[in-house]
């Protein structure tokens, strides 16, 4: 995996994290970190690490044609980034309006938490996880026992009546640190634009993810 690159979105705790457990997988070159705040890079930049200072979604949308499709994307920001990059590159042409989350969702997704930009949180988790959780594919590290779900498989099946529902899976690349690769915001995008009208769209690994709503309406072109 040494030639693709990867980018760390978010320099805070998580991202630096990150940083440090990739690099039995990358080439330290071959990760950048991504953070609005100068003096969060420096650090990285000291150890080797390719640094752009930039507001993430920005960096998304600015580096859009630069990517390549296997590079790896690490969200470690406190914004759904999937979503945001969507409703950025939505916005010029269309009505992108967030909804709230289907209350039906509560129901059938464990330990569910609301946020304040209208997304739901859940999790598989009533306590906090272990930073450096190897999340094996049958049991819960903590616990021992089995997944009550799997979320990122309940997110990718999900149908809902008079919505259109995509996930973003998350892989798990070091023990605590998750990404997906570029190709999966372009084709989901592409996804999200044939099906004008409510989506759902979440992010998911294994055992915690975030999901919005929102209505997408193209403008009628002239």
Request: glycine share 6%; hydrophobic share 40%; charged share 20%.
């Amino acid at each position: 995996m040494s030639h693709h690159k990867a980018y760390i979105i978010g320099s805070g705790f998580f991202g630096d994290r990150a940083f440090y457990s990739l690099q039995s997988l990358f080439q330290t070159a071959n990760i950048t970190m991504v953070d609005k705040r100068f003096s969060q890079l420096k650090k990285i930049i000291a150890d080797g690490g390719q640094a752009v200072v930039m507001d993430a979604v920005s960096f998304l949308t600015a580096s859009k044609e630069n990517l390549a499709p296997d590079d790896w994307i690490i969200p470690a920001v406190p914004i759904h980034l999937a979503y945001e990059w969507f409703r950025q590159e939505l916005k010029p042409t269309s009505e992108c309006r967030t909804l709230p989350v289907p209350e039906a969702l509560e129901t059938m997704l464990p330990n569910t938490i609301k946020g304040l930009d209208g997304q739901l949180y859940a999790s598989n988790a009533d306590f906090i996880c272990p930073d450096d959780c190897p999340e094996p594919n049958d049991y819960c590290t903590v616990t021992g026992e089995p997944r009550p779900q799997v979320l990122s498989n309940t997110l990718s099946s999900l149908k809902l009546p008079g919505f259109y529902s995509t996930c973003i899976v998350s892989s798990q690349l070091a023990p605590g640190v998750g990404g997906f690769q570029w190709s999966v915001l372009p084709r989901t995008l592409k996804e999200i634009k044939a099906h004008p009208g409510k989506i759902l769209v979440g992010t998911a690994c294994k055992c915690h993810c975030v999901m919005h709503a929102f209505l997408y309406r193209p403008f009628l072109s002239s």
